[in-house]
């Protein structure tokens, strides 16, 4: 599997970097869509058939089944090809470790990767790592998925005495900015059932993620010469600054974890005339999830009443569901990853998703959709990293994974 590292370098210098402020789709069609065709094109080079890249910027494709007459289920293999925005992305410059030896590793500008900081890279040791320069993130998430993913179909189609029968590949854009599936056709995709490749750790098995919402308080002041301000003047700054203070504090992603929700402010743009502040919410329970939003819509009805009608509107609009109610009818997707994970020795990691995924939505859309690990850890940042390792391994999961829907 030692192309699986290969492709992973080839694929991580281009920069795919989805823009959450764009309105096209894909979000950033001049880069996304090359990348796309570029993957359509490797994929009819393997051999992977019905490979097409449709308008909107997703990858199709099949690997012919080896079964004569085969009438089981169809196994679908998903991964995004857009990196988030969270980190540079461009001019990425991975660098390999061939032998991890558990010391602290000098990324470059200023940075340091410390086993003190980073845990899991005392479950590295001894093993290949691909990590970032310092100025970019690296681009696992979720190019390691994309490499496993081509390189699993490529071992497969190499090797027609595996049993399995159709298999489905599917490539995504804008998953990073909560687009992934807008336009994914899972009738095309043919599928009676799929994974994400799009995990962390390898072993995770993860069926359940956040309900996911958007929050947008836009705040209207009264703007005055300070001068004559007296009993006039209203601050939306400050008035912003007061809408954050009434949410609980502990109830921000730095004080949760598990299965712990949080209403996050991830930007606030204020004058005195205008504020803006831009939140996500999110928690695995539905009820918290509904009780979270309506608070927000509480705190812009005080401050209304406070400081009069008009003054905060708050829009809240769902991004997501918790995909765990339309994978639980279907328990064997779970059980064949763990005799796999089992037959591999790899150790089975099952935690609930504190983000989401393609498939949470692709859940929700008839296609249930758990995720699997891919190797890739400290994602969306400068300390990112892969283990070549584990990504090896990761292919032979989707390859058994297909064995195993066979029989």
Do not use: W
Not at 17 to 41: H, K, R
Not at 355 to 380: E, I, K, V
């Amino acid at each position: 599997m030692s192309n699986v590292m290969d492709r992973f370098l080839k694929y991580v210098v281009v920069d795919t970097t989805s823009n959450p402020e764009s309105e096209t789709f894909p979000s950033v069609p001049e880069t996304e869509i090359p990348f796309a065709d570029a993957l359509a094109d490797e994929l009819k080079e393997i051999g992977v058939q019905n490979v097409t890249r449709d308008e909107n910027g997703y990858v199709y494709g099949t690997i012919p089944s080896t079964i004569e007459g085969y009438q089981g289920p169809v196994v679908g293999f998903i991964a995004h090809m857009d990196t988030a925005s969270d980190a540079p992305g461009a001019g990425i410059s991975p660098r390999v470790i061939d032998s991890y030896d558990g010391s602290d590793i000098e990324l470059g500008n200023g940075l340091v990767l410390r086993p003190a900081d980073f845990e899991s890279l005392k479950g590295n040791v001894g093993g290949k790592l691909i990590v970032t320069d310092g100025n970019t993130l690296l681009g696992g998430d979720d190019k390691a998925g994309v490499a496993e993913i081509m390189t699993a179909a490529e071992y497969l189609i190499q090797h027609p005495e595996i049993q399995h029968g159709p298999i489905r590949i599917g490539f995504t854009p804008d998953e990073e900015i909560g687009r992934g599936v807008d336009y994914f056709d899972v009738a095309r995709f043919g599928a009676d059932y799929a994974y994400t490749m799009d995990g962390g750790e390898l072993g995770e098995l993860e069926y359940e993620n956040f309900n996911a919402a958007s929050g947008l308080v836009e705040i209207n002041g009264i703007s005055i010469h300070p001068g004559s301000a007296k009993g006039k003047m209203l601050s939306a700054a400050l008035v912003g600054m007061e809408f954050q203070s009434l949410l609980p504090v502990f109830e921000r992603p730095e004080h949760t974890e598990c299965r712990e929700g949080f209403t996050h402010l991830i930007s606030f743009e204020g004058t005195v005339d205008r504020a803006r502040l831009q939140y996500i919410i999110r928690d695995h329970d539905k009820a918290l999830f509904e009780k979270k939003k309506a608070f927000l819509q509480q705190i812009g009805d005080f401050l209304n009443k406070k400081y009069g009608e008009g003054t905060v509107k708050v829009t809240v609009a769902d991004s997501y569901y918790n995909m765990k109610e339309q994978v639980e009818p279907y328990p064997f997707l779970l059980e064949n990853v763990k005799e796999v994970y089992k037959e591999l020795d790899i150790e089975p990691i099952i935690q609930p998703i504190r983000g989401g995924t393609d498939g949470a939505r692709l859940s929700f859309m008839g296609l249930p959709c758990p995720n699997l690990g891919t190797g890739d850890y400290n994602c969306h940042g400068r300390f990112e990293y892969v283990c070549v390792d584990k990504m090896e391994k990761a292919v032979m999961v989707i390859v058994k994974l297909c064995e195993r829907f066979a029989k």
